[in-house]
């Protein structure tokens, strides 16, 4: 993996857009102050590939990703790998809550000869090219195929991050061993062994099912199959001797039928012939519609009698003249007596009323005279009120004044000044006041009570007088009208009259109604009768239309008695002549039921002696139920052969797989084996460990001008010191100086190792160093910077450092600075 470009937005320090362009930097440096944001650019290069930075705690510091204030983050990546051109996209943003996620994330190919200068123009992530992955759940499994390397191997061995470049130096030999391990991709061979595990129990499994089928398949011989051929050739020699037999039952239940219609057409008609029988109640319904019609006449009579005498009375009771104009007459007298009597009632209350509005009157006008007169005292006092306060006021100012001083209102000279009152003039001013107040308030609410029921028995007199004249206008009006009528005891004789002819007016229609009622209830008689003498033809008509197949004589249709009669005595010759060919017909049914079931029996001996059950069948469809019974009983033969003749065949191919499986389940319990004990897996990591200690002794011999060389013992790391008569020392005896020159020659040969070791095929194009190069004195640090130049050289990888060293950064040709104002920090290249 070798970076290309890197475009930073809103990233940790870098707020503003920040690009790094890695196209031809073979060996950089990026430099600058501590906390200026070098380390960041390779954080951004692990964020955007990865989703997390080692230093940031893993996945869950996404958080760290974002400026201070920023609300999104953009890294885009351009990178080469295994000669393929990529561009990795990763975008961050914070909701309104405050929480930190990732909203997009893309991983494309690039076309051949990609141009990353066209990033400049703001090509969309759409354009870029193939996309390998979409969303962020798509990134590590993209990216590990596309690097080689998973998460923790590329820190490992591409960017090697502050404060873990000694891990691997000082880490226990389990944990190295893993380390090992997941670079080389040694899992493969415990997955190989589970696999093989696994292979081998399924295999078992398959074996039992397998011998569980051939059990259940022992029945299917070579034996059975023939015995099954046999019954299949005598089931079909049976169908066809039933199909052949049936044609004959056939024909000889269609005679039977035959014979058992004629047979049931006799027992028809005699049935219907006896039927035929004079109904009861003929003669009474016959008589009953003349004494109908006779009575409806003598309704009829009585109705026009009832008519005519109502009429009389009718003409007699307008000759008797108006009852409402006597009735009128009457209520005038009635009411001329009743106004006579109230005329000296209404005359009597109009009087005490006059008197009582009379009294009212005068004691309100003595309760006014009372109310007028305590106003006056009440404004006496109201006006001693006011003399009071001044002469108070006058006798305050006596208190001040002497003999021969000027009197303050009047500027005159005093000669003698007089006595002050021992009493307030004003208070018994005031008490004075509020009894001629009092008095004034209850004279005028007598006043006012007073005036009020005189007004009201005013009203109440006018009202009375009122009533009085109308009284007497009402009175004249009758005396007026009641002049020319005839007397009470006149109008009173010519009512009695007039009431007793209304009665015999009333009798009258009621005799007609009751006449009318007699005669609906003849004609509803006579009606019934019809309807009962036109029923009894429908009937007899119905009866002898049913016989018209038979031809009976013709009917008499002025008497209905002498037609059933004639009808009658003719059912009773046809019902003898019909009884005797019936008992003929029944014969004939008995000898066609013997040949029907002599034909039944012979086919059902086929079946017998065949070895097959005779079917049950109805007398209805025995034909198709003994021709479907027998094709059934061979195809159940022929599915039986078919079935068995199957099963051999399973039970045949069951056995070659039986074989199959047991070999399988041999060989993969051998691989298994082998691969439980580990020690394929521990002899790969023993030669990996050799070949890298080797690998990292030579390079750190010429770190140390030849002083350390680097051994390993049972998994453990040891230096053996030349100049000390070849003492060896623990890694953890190191100076800080030693141990970066030591986990630097580690960091070198597992970089150069990896390729030729690992089973990913990673591919390890570059390597970037962030550590202090601050702790080396100068003489390693020329060191250090002649074998980074030398790794440089080769030219098969990019190389890169992280460092505020001067003295190492001017030595490397292409320098990336890093800077920070307040508000973001800037990349700017200098050198080559």
Request: aromatic share 4%.
């Amino acid at each position: 993996m070798r970076p290309l470009r890197l475009d930073m937005s809103g990233f940790t320090v870098f707020r503003d857009q920040t690009t790094v362009d890695f196209t031809d930097a073979d060996y950089f440096a990026l430099v600058g102050p501590t906390g200026s944001g070098k380390s960041t650019v390779l954080d951004a290069i692990c964020f955007v590939l990865y989703g997390q930075v080692p230093r940031w705690g893993g996945a869950r510091g996404i958080g760290n990703a974002l400026a201070p204030s920023a609300v999104e983050a953009r890294v885009r990546l351009v990178f080469e790998s295994a000669g393929d051109r990529y561009v990795a996209t990763r975008v961050v943003r914070r909701d309104g809550r405050g929480n930190v996620k990732t909203s997009g994330a893309g991983l494309q190919l690039m076309p051949p000869g990609f141009d990353v200068t066209k990033l400049d123009t703001g090509m969309d992530l759409e354009d870029l090219g193939e996309v390998l992955a979409g969303v962020p759940a798509e990134m590590d499994a993209a990216v590990q195929v596309a690097v080689g390397l998973p998460y923790e191997q590329f820190t490992s061995c591409v960017v090697l991050p502050q404060g873990q470049f000694a891990d691997f130096l000082h880490a226990k030999p389990a944990t190295r061993q893993q380390i090992l391990i997941n670079l080389l991709g040694l899992q493969m061979y415990e997955r190989v062994q589970v696999k093989a595990a696994e292979k081998g129990k399924a295999a078992d499994a398959k074996l039992s099912v397998v011998d569980q089928s051939l059990v259940a398949l022992e029945d299917a011989t070579d034996e059975a199959v023939e015995t099954a051929a046999a019954r299949l050739a005598r089931m079909r020699e049976l169908t066809g001797a039933v199909e052949a037999a049936v044609p004959g039952l056939r024909a000889a239940r269609a005679a039977e039928e035959a014979a058992r219609g004629t047979r049931d057409t006799l027992d028809a008609e005699l049935a219907l012939i006896t039927s035929v029988r004079t109904p009861d109640g003929l003669a009474e319904a016959t008589g009953a519609i003349t004494a109908a019609r006779d009575a409806a006449t003598r309704a009829a009579e009585a109705v026009h009698e009832a008519e005519e005498f109502e009429e009389k009375v009718r003409g007699e009771l307008v000759a008797a003249g108006d009852a409402g104009s006597l009735r009128l007459a009457l209520d005038r007298h009635t009411e001329l007596e009743r106004l006579t009597e109230q005329e000296g009632w209404f005359a009597g209350k109009v009087s005490v009323a006059e008197v009582e509005c009379r009294d009212a009157r005068t004691s309100a006008d003595l309760a006014e005279s009372e109310h007028t007169g305590a106003q006056q005292l009440l404004e006496q006092a109201r006006q001693d009120y006011r003399d009071a306060q001044q002469r108070d006021r006058a006798a305050a100012l006596r208190g001040h004044l002497t003999a021969g001083d000027n009197c303050p209102v009047c500027e005159q000279q005093v000669t003698v000044v007089p006595e002050v009152p021992r009493e307030s003039a004003v208070r018994l001013a005031e008490e004075t006041g509020t009894a001629a107040r009092e008095a004034a308030e209850l004279a005028t609410a007598r006043w006012r009570q007073r005036d009020a029921v005189a007004r009201d028995l005013e009203s109440d007199l006018e009202r009375k007088r009122g009533q009085y004249e109308h009284h007497l206008s009402r009175l004249a009006e009758v005396r007026k009208a009641v002049q020319g009528l005839p007397g009470v005891a006149a109008i009173e004789q010519r009512l009695a009259e007039f009431g007793r002819l209304q009665g015999r007016l009333e009798d009258a229609t009621a005799a007609v109604r009751a006449a009318r009622d007699g005669l609906r209830s003849a004609q509803a008689a006579v009606r019934a009768a019809e309807e009962q003498q036109r029923t009894a033809w429908r009937r007899f008509d119905a009866v002898r239309d049913g016989l018209a197949r038979f031809v009976p004589p013709p009917a008499d249709r002025d008497d209905l008695a002498r037609a059933w009669q004639a009808l009658v005595e003719w059912a009773r010759a046809e019902h003898d002549a019909r009884t005797v060919r019936r008992e003929e017909a029944q014969a004939a049914v008995l000898a066609a039921h013997e040949a029907t079931a002599g034909a039944h029996a012979a086919i059902v001996a086929l079946f017998t002696d065949a070895g097959v059950q005779p079917p049950a069948a109805s007398p209805q469809d025995a034909e198709a139920t003994l021709i479907r019974a027998a094709a059934v009983t061979a195809e159940r033969a022929e599915a039986a052969w078919q079935r068995l003749v199957e099963r051999r065949e399973q039970a045949r191919e069951q056995q070659e797989q039986r074989m199959s499986l047991l070999l399988e389940s041999r060989v993969a319990k051998s691989l298994a084996g082998h691969l439980r004990a580990n020690n394929f897996e521990r002899w790969l990591l023993e030669e990996a460990l050799d070949m890298l200690v080797d690998g990292a002794s030579r390079i750190l011999r010429e770190l140390t001008g030849g002083q350390y060389e680097l051994v390993h013992d049972k998994g453990e790391f040891f230096v053996i010191d030349h100049h000390d008569a070849g003492l060896r020392r623990g890694v953890r005896t190191l100076s800080g100086g030693e141990t970066f020159q030591a986990s630097l020659a580690l960091a070198l040969a597992l970089s150069e190792q990896l390729a030729g070791m690992s089973t990913t095929a990673a591919s390890l194009e570059s390597i970037v160093l962030d550590e202090g190069f601050g702790t080396l004195d100068a003489a390693t640090l020329d060191v250090v910077a002649a074998t980074l130049e030398n790794l440089a050289a080769r030219g098969d990888r990019m190389v890169g450092l992280v460092t505020h060293v001067h003295a190492l950064a001017e030595r490397v040709p292409v320098r990336f600075e890093v800077h920070k104002d307040a508000r973001t920090a800037y990349v700017e290249r200098v050198g080559l």
